[in-house]
């Protein structure tokens, strides 16, 4: 029985330990400072040209999200804004967006900022399992 037990807590151990890896990619910041969760993930895609400009008195972001993958994936991207002292602003009402990337396809993303304190941004792209 206590075989049983440890062979449970084991396998469950493994799912869950597989699951927290699945969260994990790869940022880039407006500043260009790149940051790799997940090397696997970062042999598939790739962040380029990310860029900021004003629209009116807001940062708006852009980046291209590149599929290296001969194959379909299905991604989410989410832009995080930060202020002149590097706090986030409104990072909680900013969502996950999912984006199906076709193998080697481009796709340029964007977002503006939620108010006029926003000075710079981090765009993280990471794959999700979902259809």
Partial sequence: MKQIYTGLLLAAALTLGACASHTAGISVSSLGETRVDNTSFA?????????????GDLVQGSALIV?????????????????????????????WKSVKLHGKQQLQVSAVAPNAQVVKFDVYVRETFSN
């Fill in 43 to 55: 042999r598939d895609i790739a962040l380029q040209s990310v860029d900021a400009r004003r629209v």
């Fill in 67 to 95: 599929s290296k993958s001969s194959t379909d994936m299905r991604v989410q991207y989410k832009f995080t804004w930060y202020d002149a002292s590097g706090y986030t602003i409104e990072d909680e009402a900013t969502s």
